[in-house]
């Protein structure tokens, strides 16, 4: 019993020097981030990293920021190296003011953007590189890494889906600005977040999802 305290301070000294030295504002996907609930970057400019999750075939996650016109922002998607997800591709697309106009529709997922929003459609490439991030001792693949420019001042959307229905762990990161800041507890959730997704789950939610659109 004595020794407890200790290695609680302990655990509590090791993410105060692990989380600021990130290089990412680091978050995880503690809710799910629907068009009425989206995860919140505060600053655009700074870097964000969200650590999120796609887990039934027709899920959307979407993100929100303010942007000034012709501000340049980094967005990019990376793919944890965890088993079964080294083709795992999500697309993103920014939706927002002064975009080119046009419908927004998944082949699986249904895709929700206000009516007088555009929006650009940013593919995952055909190679991916990999690197080790090396203050998480953690493996990733490297998909979209593109910088967008806001045409417009206003409110804008990131909408994260895949097109095959695949589910997965993704990390979207916004914003290449390095200030110290994030999730302080994030080494803790680290682990419960290093692991493969249900695919038995999301085989049957796609089986649903194929149904209604035959009925349609």
Known sequence: MKGRPFRYMLVITLI???????????????????????????????STAMYSTLGKVDDVDYYAFNASKNQSILLSITIPQIAGQDN?????????????????????????????????????????????EPFSRTAYWTRQEEYVVAPENGSYL????????????????????EVPGGDPAFPLKM????????????????????ARGDQK
């Open 16 to 46: 105060a020097l692990i989380v600021p030295s990130a290089a990412h504002q680091p978050f995880f996907e503690d809710k799910e981030f629907d068009i009425d609930n989206p995860g919140r970057i505060l600053d655009p400019t700074i």
């Open 88 to 132: 795992f591709t999500p697309v993103m697309a920014l939706i927002g003011p002064g975009l080119p106009a046009g419908n927004l529709s998944g082949n699986i997922s249904n895709i929700s953007k206000p009516d007088d929003a555009g929006f650009i459609i940013l593919p995952p490439p055909l190679n991916a590189t990999a690197f080790f």
């Open 158 to 177: 990131v909408a994260v889906w895949d097109e095959k229905g695949q589910v997965g762990r993704y990390v979207f990161v916004a914003g290449d600005r």
């Open 191 to 210: 682990r419960d977040y290093w692991n493969s997704v249900d695919n038995s789950t999301a085989y049957n939610n796609q089986t649903q999802v194929m």
